[in-house]
């Protein structure tokens, strides 16, 4: 595997990802020993009570490149990603889900973009969720589109790396999962270049989703009317 002059800060949000955190880490660390040699991990654990706390401050203890960072109450997909974008120091930054969904050794397939590009985007080839999570995905995805004018395959696809220059001193407001239309507003905004790459998406092995739950659908729909007026403004 060709090692890569790339300057990158991974991050994960997690929220009770106590059963899949550990081995996501271990993984990332390996990957991106191959790939580099200037990156950091870092751990946003966004207010669980499993134990995930727990796990991700001896995680950072054991490899001096993994950070924890820590929310004391849940604050939402959002908040942990927008945590993790402040918390980011390299030059470029990475973010994949804590729930392990995602093979980061699919790493290897983005960063060969990273010089010609500004962002380097996964979508889901085979995507491992149930119907209702699928329905609803193509449903706000069609939204989004529609109000936006993005040419995104799969814009919630939690496999993404961006140059953070562009992320510097901005101000993001979301805080569930309007965030991906968020990151996308800024890249498009400043007219940055953007590659898509087919990844693999795998069956959840542990743990719960929370994302299809109503509580979140609704204020996905709520953040994103504020967003667009926003951005009509």
Not at 116 to 134: C, L
Not at 181 to 202: C, P, W
Not at 222 to 231: D, F, I, S, T, W
């Amino acid at each position: 595997m060709p090692k890569y002059s790339l300057s990158v800060s991974v991050f994960f949000p997690a929220h009770n990802e106590a059963d899949n955190i550990a081995a996501l880490t271990e993984k990332t660390v390996a990957v991106l020993s191959e790939l580099t040699d200037d990156f950091e991990v870092i751990i946003v654990n966004d207010g669980s009570r499993d134990g995930t706390r727990e796990i991700a401050d001896g995680l950072a203890e054991k490899h001096p490149r993994v950070r924890a960072v820590h929310h004391e109450v849940n604050r939402g997909y959002g908040g942990a990603v927008k945590t993790g974008i402040a918390s980011a120091a390299k030059e470029w930054i990475f973010f994949t889900d804590g729930d392990g969904q995602f093979d980061v050794s699919e790493l290897a397939l983005l960063f060969p973009h990273a010089g010609e590009y500004d962002a380097v985007v996964g979508y889901r080839i085979d995507r491992q969720d149930p119907f209702h999570r699928k329905l609803f995905a193509f449903c706000w995805g069609t939204l989004i589109r529609f109000l936006f004018g993005f040419r995104v395959r799969d814009l919630d696809c939690a496999f993404k790396l961006f140059r953070r220059r562009y992320f510097d001193g901005v101000e993001l407001k979301a805080e569930g999962a309007v965030i991906s239309v968020e990151i996308f507003s800024i890249l498009t905004r400043n007219k940055a270049s953007i590659k898509q790459i087919g990844v693999h998406h795998l069956p959840r092995v542990a743990g719960e989703q929370s994302g299809g739950s109503p509580h979140v659908v609704l204020r996905a729909f709520k953040e994103l009317m504020l967003l667009y007026g926003r951005l009509r403004a």
